[in-house]
């Protein structure tokens, strides 16, 4: 499976992109991003861009492509309503629209974050925001999408947060992750769950358009024992009804 990845530099996305070096369900990896990852591997294309609205010159990245992992974004504190939807929901859609233009028959996966509301009319205006984004690329003719929710992400396998104090947090949290994670399995999972999750779902479809974090837990543990071999290569699509 080729797959485009948005936001390999960021926690989540460095994740996913760790993920996709390892799993042998992806083929290539075309990572677009603004600086570079770090990261050498014969699967991995890193293309340098720094215009997240243009992508007339990427064509050929995202042509072929057979499903797109979308771990970019930026956080809502300062950012007024418009501001925030510039960023979030028109950055999104407009690299949404180049990959369907490029590769129709793609699957889009897309991590927005637990409490998104889909109803665009709460009060917390992230999640409006984040809520018209997922509604948008719902509506887009991709051969299937998928949005991502978790709650609490630990950091797994070297992946830092570029946030400072978000990493301090990480840090003290990190080794109480299991505790955390057994009193609260609603809401928490790890880099390295949701980003075997996103290959697995893109791979292997899911029943559910939205994943939250038990989700996104389960089809990472399905995606790990396939790898295993214990299961065969494709679980079925009814992972968890």
Sequence with gaps: MKVVLFGPTGMIGAGALLECLASPIVSAVAAITRSPTGKSHPKLTEVIHQDFFDYARLGTTLSGCEACLFCLGVSAV???????????????????????????????????????????????MWARVKGRTENALLAMPFRAAYMFR????????????????????????????????????????????????????????????????????????????STAGSLPPAPPTGVRG
Excluded: M
């Excluded at 979030?88 to 637990?114: I, K, M, N, Q, R």
């Excluded at 396998?157 to 609260?184: C, D, E, V």
């Excluded at 479809?205 to 939250?212: A, E, M, T, V």
């Design 78 to 124: 300062g950012l007024n309503e418009d501001r925030y939807s510039r960023l979030t929901h028109d950055l999104t859609l407009a690299a949404a629209a180049a990959v369907l233009e490029a590769s129709p028959s793609a699957v889009f996966c897309y991590v927005s974050g637990a409490g998104t509301d889909s109803t665009e009319r709460g009060r917390a």
């Design 150 to 225: 978790p709650g609490y992400i630990q950091p797994r396998k070297g992946i830092r947060s570029k946030t400072r104090w978000y990493q301090a947090f990480y840090s003290i949290l990190g080794p109480f992750y299991p505790q955390l994670h057994r009193l609260f399995p609603r809401y928490t999972t790890t880099t390295e769950h949701l980003g075997r999750a996103l290959i697995a779902a893109a791979a292997w479809g899911y029943p559910r358009r939205i994943l939250d974090s038990p989700d996104i837990n389960d089809l990472s543990a399905l995606a790990a024992a």
